[in-house]
């Protein structure tokens, strides 16, 4: 059963707008969020985390957005450029359970020059 | 900067065979992590351990095992591969305790034919 869900599986998007992928988790106990990036070939590489006790995180031109009741979070790219296209891939872990980590099924992003 | 090695980038194996994959890390980490990535799957995990000489399995664990002889080394074993285990395979590590994220290594495109 798919705890971590990405149900876009790509995503386009004209260089300079806002980048927008989503995800949403079904177990409660998640309490850290984590937003992989993967280009073909590479390991993927981590962006930006946030954890349960905040609802934004910023770092630079990348935003995620934790929305607990709704169990829904987003990572926003603003603004978006070409460098940018890979696959998306969201993460969650609770520590209380032995920390391991459940990732979603991916978003690939085109950034169209 | 954190480095996680994978010792094979490209493996190509006949079925039946056993095949070693081999993951070294440089931090200290106590937590190490087997995922293979599949298209439209995600990453799903295979094994996983917490320290020396002690293995956790994941979702996926049939058809593997595990040796963690050495804090820095953790290898997966494909005791007799099957072209169902045809696929990227990435080793993670993260550091004990907290919330804290995991650092990939570049991954093994592993082909059984």
């Known amino acids: 059963d798919q705890q971590v869900k990405q149900n876009s599986p790509s995503l386009s998007v004209q260089e300079g707008r806002i980048s927008i992928l989503n995800c949403d988790y079904t177990n409660s106990m998640f309490d850290y969020f984590l937003w992989y990036k993967k280009y073909p070939a590479e390991g993927p590489t981590f962006l930006i985390s946030i954890s349960s006790i905040k609802d934004k995180n910023e770092d630079g031109r990348f935003t995620v957005f934790l929305n607990k009741s709704a169990k829904h979070l987003s990572l926003h790219i603003v603004p978006s450029q070409p460098g940018d296209s890979a696959v998306y891939f969201c993460?969650?872990?609770?520590?209380?359970?032995?920390?391991?980590?459940?990732f979603g099924t991916g978003t690939s992003l085109t950034v169209i020059p | 900067d954190v480095k996680v090695t994978q010792s094979s980038r490209y493996l190509v194996k006949r079925t039946g065979e056993k095949v070693f994959l081999e993951c070294v890390q440089d931090m200290d980490h106590e937590n190490m992590f087997w995922y293979r990535q599949d298209p439209g799957l995600g990453l799903r995990l295979i094994y996983f351990?917490?320290?020396?000489?002690?293995?956790e399995k994941g979702d996926i664990p049939e058809g593997y095992s595990v040796s963690r002889e050495k804090k820095e080394r953790f290898s997966l074993i494909l005791e007799s591969a099957s072209t169902n285990q045809t696929s990227m395979y990435l080793c993670a590590s993260n550091p004990f305790g907290g919330n804290s994220p995991l650092h990939f290594g570049n991954g093994t495109r592993l082909t059984v034919t």
């Open positions: 351990s917490y320290d020396v000489k002690m293995k």
């Open positions: 993460a969650a872990s609770a520590l209380r359970a032995g920390n391991q980590f459940y």
